[in-house]
């Protein structure tokens, strides 16, 4: 029952999870401030191409919300004019409807140019990530593709990878948590430095979960929690993670701002292993953390087996 509630809140959510692929218009290159980069970027260019977009996306908000996107940028590297590079654009709730003015967004992003070089980029490809596959939605190389994107909810995530840990021994599961950017968890209002309990990651993911979507009530908050029940039985079995610091300059304010997060990878082993994963799959497609929207919170998970 559990587990159904889980499932019904998910169906709730629509995600469009994209890969924009861009061909560099001049030499450059990304450091680790690139979340804030691209973040910047695409707020600039919202506001020119889709005015109300920009509003829902970067307007004030109620304290606690969630603002209804995030971004992983390309990681730190160096490219010559012309070169290729990828980056992904995640969109949640009402936002994942709006694919074409999000497209319109991209096109005038590169047209303006990243940071203070305004170095810009033309939109190759538009491709959608499902838990299914990949789609073409919109590509520079064939004028006549031009698909809408699926309808994704997010309870897709958990029946598609259902099947990956299922026909595992349950009682030799292992599971690895590799991030694919910095994570910035708080627990008790701190944020973390080192790899978090299985119970802290699966809190995490079901604040951000519920954010995002609307319940009934309490009562069904509280079957949704019940799906938290046997992870204290989950135990850190390894520990490669490691601490990094980001010093972001912010326009608005004009001052240093000093950016925890967590970074490299961990391993969990235990008996209430199984009911973690459910939490992982929603958590690779909803983010992990806050920060999202400047390109924290990507990970990946993969599932093992001890001999």
Partial sequence: MALETLL???ARLPIVALRCFIKMGNDGALDDHAGSLFHGAFGWALREAAPRLWSSAYGPQAQGAIRPFAIVPPRPCQWRKGEELQFELTLF????????????????????????????????????????????????????????????????????????????????????????????IKEQGQVLTQAPSAITLARSISRRLLTLTETTGEHEKQRLYANLNGLND?????????????????????????????????????SGLVYLLPWLALGKWLHLGSKTTFGFGAFDWQVGMTS
């Fill in 93 to 184: 709730a009402e936002f994942a409807k709006v694919v074409a003015g999000v497209l319109a967004a991209l096109q005038t992003m590169g047209s303006r140019g990243l940071g203070t070089q305004r170095t810009p980029f033309s939109l190759q490809q538009l491709v959608q990530l499902c838990p299914e596959g990949q789609q073409l939605i919109w590509s520079s190389y064939c004028q006549t593709v031009h698909a809408s994107p699926q309808t994704v909810t997010l309870d897709q995530a958990i029946i598609s990878a259902a099947p990956l840990w299922s026909a595992l021994p349950a009682q030799r599961l292992v599971v690895q948590i590799t991030c694919r950017s910095r994570l910035h």
């Fill in 234 to 270: 989950v135990r850190l079995a390894w520990d490669h993670s490691q601490e990094r610091e980001l010093r972001r300059f912010s326009s608005r304010s004009r001052q240093q701002h000093h950016i925890e997060g967590l970074s490299g990878c961990w391993g969990y082993q235990g």
């Fill in 8 to 10: 019904d809140i998910s």
